[in-house]
């Protein structure tokens, strides 16, 4: 499986949801105390097993091991794996058509209730608010968006970050990459579709009346 992480690196950025030195995946096989996470600016087209980084979960916290620098989203993926009863791995990347879509104004969430292809497999949360990357700020508010319990269990399996991109979540790096690749598709015929985003939120809203 950590050969998955360093190959949908190279997918995502084939895909241009990253530029080279972008984005991260974690991964905590189960009943370990193990994080496996890329390396910050790395290139992340040449990620390899040998290059990712260990570091351990120990008393609700996370150990570093000395000079080595894992990714800046770090405290983010530790917040998402903290708990997890069974292996899971994290996806943090910028798809493109995702991060348009918000940056647009389209409801994530909305958009996703009228595409099957998505709702029926991918559980999309609401979007985080523009915050800093690697800050604090934005790993609580993904966690928060994506409900992680205190039991580990969690109600979405992606949400977007306004202004950024993208945290999903899945029990391995090519099963996050999915829910990231639905959504996408969904974001990419909503954006080429030419419908402007007052006219959907008029339908929306006689729907619920
Ligand atoms: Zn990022």
């Keep these: 499986m950590l050969t998955a992480i360093g190959d949908v ?46 570091c351990k979960i120990q008393d609700n916290g996370i150990v570093v091991p000395e000079g080595i620098k894992p990714s800046g989203e770090l405290y983010m993926h530790f917040l998402l ?17 995702i991060v348009s879509a918000m940056w647009a104004g389209w409801d994530l969430q909305q958009v996703s209730e009228e595409f099957p292809e998505i709702y029926r497999y991918t559980r999309v949360g609401p979007s985080v608010a523009a ?22 269990s969690y109600d979405f399996d992606i949400v977007g970050q306004k202004n950024h991109g993208v945290c999903a979540i899945g029990p391995d790096p090519w099963t996050a990459y999915e829910h990231i690749e639905r959504l996408e598709h969904i974001c990419e015929i909503v954006l080429k579709s030419g419908v402007k985003l007052e006219d959907f939120n008029i339908k929306q809203r006689s729907k619920r009346v």
């Design 131 to 152: 915050l800093p990357a690697i800050s604090k700020d934005l790993a609580l508010a993904t966690a928060r968006n994506v409900d992680i319990k205190p039991d580990g």
């Design 81 to 97: 794996l903290n708990n997890a009863k069974s292996t899971r791995a994290i996806v943090h990347v910028h798809a493109t058509n």
């Design 9 to 54: 690196m190279r997918k995502c950025y084939d895909r241009g949801w990253i530029t080279t030195r972008d984005g991260n995946i974690s991964l905590r096989k189960a009943r370990s105390n193990t994080i496996y996470i890329t390396p910050s600016g790395w290139r992340k087209t040449i990620i390899h097993p040998e290059h990712i980084i260990k």
